[in-house]
């Protein structure tokens, strides 16, 4: 059985940071691809970061280069997503997210975690 857990969400204010968390379990880690997608109320689902295999690459959504960094401990089967200079508009729900190729903005990886909910006050 496949899992991925998120942990690491929470209340913060504007200008913090927060380090995510996505503990994978029941697939092979080091060949899968990760991901993070984030929700927020009332609008769709969009892609944040994706990391490939190796960790040897990333990719990012334009509006959040600089500020948020995926990287991954294969030893650990673990994805992490930090998050620099919060901003209200983070608000969301994060999901992580993983798939045996490589994750593009606007493709669905068939396997994803429950959530975690972040909350940005001003």
């Known amino acids: 059985q496949v899992r991925l857990v998120e942990s690491g969400g929470g209340l913060v204010q504007a200008g913090d940071s927060l380090r995510l968390s996505c503990a994978v379990s029941g697939l092979t880690f080091r060949t899968y691809a990760m991901g993070w997608f984030r929700q927020a109320p009332g609008k769709e689902r969009e892609f944040v970061a994706a990391i490939t295999w190796s960790g040897g690459r990333t990719y990012y959504a334009d509006s959040l280069k600089g500020r948020f960094t995926i990287s991954r401990d294969n030893a650990k089967s673990t994805v992490y997503l930090r998050m620099n200079s919060l901003k209200p508009e983070d608000t969301a729900v994060y999901y992580c997210?993983?798939?045996?190729?490589?994750?593009?903005?606007?493709?669905?990886?068939?396997?994803w975690g429950q959530g975690t909910q972040v909350t940005v006050s001003s």
């Open positions: 997210a993983a798939d045996p190729n490589p994750i593009r903005q606007g493709e669905t990886p068939p396997y």
